[in-house]
């Protein structure tokens, strides 16, 4: 019966990450990155309007607590204050409803906000939406750096969680460094 089950879900994780299709082509960088409405993981609402003058990291993943998402969300808790220094805010997307991401987010303690997007209408506007097996829509694993107007500064396309958070992050100084030295000259 273990062998079965094992055997069930390495054939699962294979068909999952076996993807298919996708929804849509992503916003270019230096395109308006498009607006949302979506809740939190305590039922908040968040539109990227409100973070307009900040700038935003959006990371996309397909599904609360698999080893790859929790992975990847613990290295960008991990680096929450490097973050914040550089006056960015991090929010995470996926289809998952609101109830999954509340579980997800006080195991794994995030303090920041973990969106729902179960009818999948902004993963498809970011390009995200990719179907895996054939058969299960989710988000594809892409990050996006949002630059204080709104706009696309640079878009990171199927992720490798591990070490995403710091290549984000340095990627992220030299973006705010860059705006700085343009805004002095």
């Known amino acids: 019966m273990m062998r079965l089950l094992q055997s069930t879900t390495i054939a699962w994780f294979a068909l999952m990450m076996t993807a298919t299709a996708f929804a849509e082509d ?4 230096g395109a308006a990155a498009p607006n949302f409405k979506l809740q939190d993981q305590a039922g908040n609402w968040h539109a990227l309007d409100d973070y307009r003058g900040k700038w935003v990291v959006l990371y996309f993943y397909p599904k609360d607590n698999t080893p790859g998402c929790t992975t990847e969300a613990c290295e960008l808790r991990d680096n929450i204050f490097a973050y914040r220094d550089l006056g960015a805010a991090i929010l995470g997307v996926s289809v998952d409803d609101v ?87």
């Open 26 to 29: 992503s916003p270019e960088v």
């Open 99 to 185: 109830a999954s991401h509340k579980d997800f987010a006080e195991e794994q303690k995030l303090p920041f906000p973990i969106l729902a997007d179960a009818d999948k209408k902004v993963t498809a506007a970011y390009g995200t939406l990719t179907t895996y097996g054939g058969i299960m829509e989710l988000a594809r694993r892409d990050t996006f750096i949002i630059d204080p107007q709104g706009r696309v500064a640079r878009h990171f396309v199927k992720v490798d969680p591990k070490g995403h958070s710091d290549m984000v992050l340095a990627e992220l100084r030299q973006l705010a460094a860059k705006t700085t030295t343009a805004k002095t000259n």
